[in-house]
């Protein structure tokens, strides 16, 4: 298919590790990227992975890539009830300078 | 204060009127975009503007046009709103010399169509 695909809901305790997946379309896709949209906000880059890397951690955040099947994932580590949001992934793709977005992964953290 | 401003945050308005959604930026950004966000849709792409002469369609232009007044302006408008034009409107800029094309979202406005 066309679409970016996520699952539209996690729900985890705070303290447990959450790991939002994600397919993408384009084997040719340079960039990929995990927004992330707070409550009444829009959306704010919260990290990206070049197509040539497998791994990127950032604090409590770790993206995987796996070119092969086309996927792509967010790990975050302690998960707090302040990274109760919406969590988009996008690519960019092949040719394109506009990210293709998915439906988003609303992440409930719960006590 | 915010890079990316959008006016109004929130609209109510009548089947039929003319509505328009400003978008103003301070990131110095050639690149803007419109988008809508409708539950369980996501992000879907208006329009994009990548210089103040250039306009471009996206996935569902049908019902909106845009204006680029200026680099830093782009403004959306819905010559005649109808109900399922009901969503959150985002505006957002980015840099062609940027090499990740990172995008920079506004608040949002919240348009609701009676």
């Known amino acids: 298919g066309e679409d970016v695909e996520q699952s539209l809901f996690l729900s985890v305790r705070e303290g447990d590790s959450s790991v939002i997946n994600c397919t993408y379309t384009?084997?040719?896709?340079?960039?990929l990227y995990w927004y992330k949209q707070e409550p009444g906000a829009g959306l704010q880059l919260l990290t990206y992975?070049?197509?040539?890397?497998d791994m990127k951690q950032d604090q409590r955040l770790t993206v995987l890539l796996n070119k092969k099947d086309k996927h792509l994932s967010l790990r975050i580590a302690d998960t707090q009830t302040g990274d109760s949001a919406i969590y988009f992934c996008?690519?960019?793709?092949?040719?394109?300078?506009?990210?293709?977005f998915g439906r988003g992964t609303s992440l409930i953290v719960h006590p | 204060d915010a890079d990316v401003t959008q006016t109004p945050r929130n609209r109510i308005t009548k089947t039929g009127k003319r509505i328009m959604l400003e978008c103003s930026q301070t990131?110095?950004?050639?690149?803007m975009y419109w988008y809508r966000q409708d539950p369980g849709l996501g992000l879907r792409l208006i329009y994009y503007?990548?210089?103040?002469?250039?306009?471009n369609k996206g996935e569902i232009s049908d019902g909106y046009s845009v204006s680029r007044q200026a680099q830093a302006k782009f403004s959306l408008s819905l010559e005649s709103a109808i109900p399922n034009q009901t969503a959150l409107y985002f505006c957002?800029?980015?840099?062609?010399?940027?090499?990740?094309?990172?995008?920079?979202f506004g608040p949002g406005t919240r348009l609701t169509v009676l």
């Open positions: 992975i070049f197509s040539n890397m």
């Open positions: 990131k110095g950004h050639d690149r």
């Open positions: 996008a690519e960019r793709r092949g040719g394109s300078y506009i990210p293709t």
């Open positions: 503007s990548f210089d103040v002469k250039d306009i």
């Open positions: 957002a800029t980015s840099d062609t010399g940027s090499s990740t094309d990172t995008q920079y």
């Open positions: 384009d084997s040719s896709s340079t960039y």
